[in-house]
């Protein structure tokens, strides 16, 4: 890494001077590549792959540590305030410390997720843990970075290795496509995003963000095509990451495709990597044309929320549900980075955690779920779910309802601190869309909800009390619900004394609902499937991430706190 | 006005602990049955007796909010406040709240999967009284966003035939209408904060906002959007025969006689304080629409031959006469619109409770398949004789005192609209008469005449219902003497920022015509 960074920060001297250099702002970063290195080492040396637990144990400490070191970070900046280090390289400041820790924290929970993944489909060594490290190093790397050639550097390094983690499972047909997908779109982005730097660089006569501000406040570009066309690009390479419409094709069958820990990785660390790095580039260094910008990353928010909820209503499969709904939530942050304004920044903040906590845990479960093969993920396999693992339901239909933004989840308090960041800079109707956009998307989440909380299999007797579970729809849902469902139109003319008929986008909605719900009816499962054993660690990652969501939502000061004050010790203001 | 003892949070606590107690204990074995019904019957009660304790410590003459607890909720940054308080428009809905639970618990005994159905039903009523208390507009939010969860879960788990449908139906409706009173909610604290320089959600200094015509109409629009889907008012009321039909019995208690409230409350306290001007502007299209309501449910009901949808569809008409009370802006109006979601409160729950009994005995609500009930159930009969009369109107019991009070509070602003909304109680005298002589009336077929009577517990749970029906009926000054102090206040309110009075024979009486 350092050598990298005297390479691109001393180009044009001649004699190389080594800068000084602050240990401790690099430090997580270098912690977790060190950690991954000897892991690595290690692996390689001893005659047998490593066992799992190893490498687990191995990953909870390395990332525990950078976490430790980010606290560390956060004592210093808070009481030396934010700074720039390495000539300007990099930046130390309430929000990459924010960004670390998050990043820190999702490497963990991944980690005591992917163990019970690993263990089942008999996966050995210490590559998957090597690889996450690495990436998440990369993310980190994207949130400090000062300078466009960092972000680049970091972009690669968490983007590399995650097509290798997409691909991980071998076994898995769709595991390689889904790789080859996101690698062959990645490394366009990745050309379109360099292109951009060197428009960038063309047209301001750096890729520091700090000089690349200076420039802009200093000089007014008169013909500013390739400014514009630069920024552009940049925007179009970020997009790409956070997966923002309308570069999202790779989204639904990436995270499909990739192993169910990897997906869960990828969403919370990529998206909240690629919208630090964002947040910085338009804030830092682009903040005086935010007139030139603002309106594309409005374009991008409203087509990410609309498009994100829509389209996961016709989705069967749990994983591409939940990839467009992670769209939608792109959407929402974007309505933070739209505002670009302090409220906002400490809203997409907010947004990032409350959503890598969200959907980690989401996928943990989705994970455990899968079966062998990590195959097992249509909704119709969902059914009944309350009634053979209730606790497993319990945390998922939270999980689902925090993403649909149900009061006193931490879902809520994200979407109400965007949409009041867009509101604060005038942007109501988009406001107002992202708002609709979560009706619809509280459909889809909850259509789950009422699979795992409806009958289980065919014939079960009604009204018993031997069951275990939450609630439970007697069997008439599958007999009586069905033929109901199934003849709209008649049992309308049944009830026809209901004289006052809907308004036309009422029925409309009617007759979608019907149609899903129908779909959902006769997708009856042949057989009860077995409930499937939760390894101790999964649950307690589950355990975290739905306890966190709910406790917070609760108890919503210290996050949003936590967030602002992040957002206060922001450099450059 | 901190007090020592924490009424009003309490209120909200006692049953969302209850709640997640039941819920995430595993008391599923047949001998923890009681325990669970035990648990949840005290918390309700629990609940009531610290209703009827802040009724006993507020003060009568006071209009303002009273046992008011403001705590920071969010720091700073937010700026959202745990801020409750009670006065004499909400204190009552509280207490109507309060009654209706536990009988709805009572009645729930049996439902298969006791435990979470009580887990459920705590919830919603944590989140029901958290809605009529809080005056911090993000956390009333929160609490009305909250009511859809467990509702959603009651009509879905235990509903009959259709819920599925209807459950999605309910919360999509809802949900919408809630979207935009979540935007117009930031968007009236963003314009306050430009005018007074701090960002604040609650309730008093949002009400000195300055807007202009436009911003109060959007913004009156964004709220009442949320308030009309809930109440539920014509036209958006599409989702509430499904819902209320579908829905387990405790559950259309709840829904229909408390949760229905908190749409028209809603209009009362915010769009009535935020928005004085807007809804001047408005009144005579809103007015128009409650009169609809009233004429059209009122003429849908007549065609029903479902006891439940009968109740629906003369539920909202009732609806229609609580917003028309509300919106003609008089004092006499608004204290009977209030008085009304007391009443109708009642009156519906005890309707919804009786064809509850009816349904466990003959498996059915067609009108058409029961005959001379009266014979085999005279205890039903009367019991529902009283109920049916309230609800039309009958002077000597609570429904006439509220309607007097709308229709002639309407008659004094807005005369045109009262005239034809009276067509309406005309009306729901005829399709209630009707129903009862077909469901009670008339020589007793086999099945009919094998109908238990009411039980021990039934008829517990109908008295109290029954006695607040004639209490009310005959001597409201009580409930009034509470209410009219903040009725008063709104009222002056409103007339000050519009600078548009009633006439002095609202005030005054005879006195203000000479």
Redesign the interface.
Known sequence: VIATLLATTHTASDTIAVPPIRWLAILPPIILIGGAVVLLGVASLVRRPLRVGLSTVATLVISGGAFGVAIWQWTDVVEHGAHTYIKQAVVMDGFSVFITMLVAMAMFLTALVADGYLRREGVHGAEFHVLAMVSASGAMLMAMANDLIIIFLGLEILSIALYVLTAFNYRRAASGEAALKYFILGGFSSAIFVYGIALTYGATGSTNLTQIADFLSKNVVLSNGLLLAGLALLLAGFAFKVAAVPFHMWTPDVYQGAPSPVTGFMAAVAKAGAFAAMLRVLFSAFGVVSTDWRPIVYGLAVLSLVLGAFVALRQRDVKRMLAYSSINHAGFILLGVVAGTFRGV?AALYYLLAYMLMTIGSFAIVTVLGRAGDSDHDLSRYRGLARRQ?VLALAFAVLL?AQA????TTG??AK??V??AA??VGA?PL??IA??T??VA??FY?RVA?LM??GGGLGEPE???T????????S??TA??LI??AQPAA?EAA?A????S??AA?SA??TI??QI?LADEQESAPSEPEPVDVPVLSSIAIGLCTGATVLFGFW??PL??FA?HATLLFLPK | MRHEVPFLTLLILIPAIAAAVLGLLGLDRRMHRELTYALALLASLATLGFAIAVLVVMKVSDGGFQLVSDHDYTGTALGVHWYLGVDGISIFLVLLTAVLFPLAIILGRNRENARVYFAWMLLLEASVLGSFLSLDLIVFFFMFELTLVPSYFIIAGWGHQRRAYAAIKFFLYTFLGSAFLLVGILALAFIHQSQFGYLTFSLGPLMQTHLTGTQGVLLFLAFTAAFAVKAPLFPLHTWSPDAYTEAPEEGSVVLSGVLAKIGTYGIIRFDLSLFPQATRTLAPILLTLAVIGIVYGAIVACAQRDLKRLVTYSSLAQIGFIALGTIALSTQGLAGGVLLMLNHGLIVGALFILIGFIYQRRGTWQTGEMRGLQKAAPVMAGVFTVVMMASIGVPGLNGFVSEFLVLSGTFITHRWWAVVAVLGVIVAAIYLLWAYQQVFHGPPREADEKTRDLGLLERAVMAPLIILIVFLGVYPKPVLDRINPSVNQLIAHVESTTGHSQPPVAVKGVEGVK
């Open positions: 400490s209730p309802l933004g149900a009061p006193f809520l308090w109400v601190q949409v009041f509101i604060d109501v406001g107002a708002m609709v979560a009706v509280a459909y909850l009422v909380y409806s009204g018993g009390t069951g275990s579970g939450a609630l439970s729809l007697p008439d849902m009586g619900g109901g469902l049992l009830t004394q209901d004289w006052g809907p308004a009422s909605v009617t609902n019907q719900l919503p000061e949003i706190n602002n």
